[in-house]
């Protein structure tokens, strides 16, 4: 008992304790948000957006559609404000997905697209009517200013490509 008692939760409670997890509440309340912003009970994906933002630290524009698998490790201080998001997305705390310039009318030409398999790292910004391709690696603490190819790897302010291509998860030169 080098690290104390085992505090593995009964059986019963593994399924409540996932559940209330800081990884699915937001996920959860991102996609019952746009659930019914598109049904037109704005009012209610409006409820569900505020908890995020108060419980979680996430902002996210209950207008953005969502692909399956998306992650969200950490969500104090992201802000989501993409025209859309494909599947299999990480999206590292500190990051903003948003438009160049005030957008009250939230015009998708101005907002950035996230395709299949991206993953953006901590503090990274994304800014403008950008998309990021298939399998795109964005750098911590990138500023991405221009779209992003399929399969790469940018870093920097603003944010370039590294020459590197990404295959299965690794960068290959």
């Known amino acids: 008992m080098v690290h104390g008692p085992d505090v593995t939760p009964p059986r019963g409670w593994r399924l409540w304790l996932g559940l209330a997890s800081p990884r699915f509440v937001p996920i959860l309340n991102c996609r019952l948000a746009y659930f019914f912003y598109i049904r037109r009970l704005v009012v209610i994906a409006k409820l569900f957006s505020t908890a995020n933002f108060f419980l979680y630290g996430l902002e996210i524009a209950i207008r953005c559609p969502i692909g399956p698998g998306l992650f969200l490790p950490?969500?104090?201080g992201t802000v989501i404000g993409a025209?859309?998001?494909g599947a299999n997305v990480t999206i590292y705390q500190g990051v903003t997905l948003g438009a160049r310039e005030v957008d009250?009318?939230?015009g998708q030409d101005t907002r950035p697209i996230v395709e299949d398999g991206v993953?953006?790292?901590s503090g990274a910004k994304v800014i403008g009517g950008v998309t990021l391709g298939?399998?795109?690696r964005i750098g911590a603490n990138?500023?991405?200013l221009a779209s992003v190819p399929a399969e790469t790897l940018v870093i920097g302010i603003p944010a370039r490509d590294t020459a590197l291509t990404v295959k299965d998860g690794h960068a290959n030169t």
């Open 142 to 144: 990138s500023v991405v």
């Open 83 to 85: 025209a859309r998001i």
């Open 104 to 106: 009250f009318a939230y």
């Open 74 to 76: 950490h969500t104090q």
């Open 119 to 121: 993953i953006i790292g």
């Open 134 to 136: 298939h399998g795109a």
